[in-house]
C-alpha cells in the first residue's frame, strides 16, 4: 500500500489549517488595535474598518446575538448569563465574529487545498447549483452595502480603505460563483451525454 497518497492529502489540507489561525490572530490584533487608547483618532477606527473589510462575509456572526434577541425576546438576554459576559476577553459579539472569520478562511482554505481538482460528481453538482447562486447574490449584496459605504466615507473624507476590501470581497464572490455555476453546467450536460450514451 502507498503512502503518497496521504502526504498529498496532508499538504493539500494546510491551507485549511493556516489560514484561520492566521487570520484569526490578524482580526483580534487588529480588533485590539481598533479599540485601543494608544492608538490615535483616526487610526483605531481605521484598524476596525480594515478588520471587517478583511473579513466582510463573516461581519453577519458580530450581529448574530441581535439578530437572535429580536428574533426571540430580549429579555432571554439577562436569563442566560453568557450573553452579557465577555468570553477569553472579547464581547459575545466579537466572539462570535471571530467564529464567523474561522469558518469563512476554513472555507477559503479548503477551496484553495481543492482548486486542482479537475472533476465534479454529481453530488458537488447538485451542491454547486444550491450553493453557488446564494454566494452570488450575498456577493451582490455585499458590493452594494460597500458603494453606499463607500460614498459616504468619501462625503466624511475618511480613507475607505475596509470598503475597498468589501468590494474586492463582493467581486471574489461574484466572480468564483458565477464561474462555478459555468463549470457545473458543462458537468451536467457532459454526465447527461454520457448518460445517453
Known sequence: ???????????????????????????VTLLHWGHSYKVPFPRGPQML???FGLNAPAVPFLNARTILLRVFDAHWQYDIPWMQQLI????????????????????????LDRRRASTLTRRTV?????????????GAALGA??????????KELDPPVGE????????ILIFTSGKRIATAI???????ATGEN
Open 1 to 27: 500500500m502507498s503512502i503518497e497518497p496521504k502526504s498529498q492529502n496532508t499538504r493539500h489540507g494546510r491551507l485549511a489549517v493556516a489560514l484561520p489561525i492566521a487570520q484569526s490572530v490578524l482580526a
Open 49 to 51: 474598518g480594515i478588520c
Open 88 to 111: 477569553f476577553g472579547l464581547g459575545v459579539d466579537y466572539f462570535l465574529f471571530l467564529c464567523g472569520v474561522v469558518l469563512l478562511w476554513y472555507a477559503v482554505g479548503r477551496a
Open 126 to 138: 447538485r451542491i454547486t447549483f444550491v450553493a453557488c447562486p446564494l454566494l452570488l447574490l450575498y
Open 145 to 154: 452595502s460597500g458603494i453606499v459605504e463607500l460614498g459616504r466615507r468619501v
Open 164 to 171: 475597498f476590501l468589501v468590494l474586492i470581497w463582493s467581486a
Open 186 to 192: 458543462r458537468a451536467r450536460r457532459n454526465q447527461a
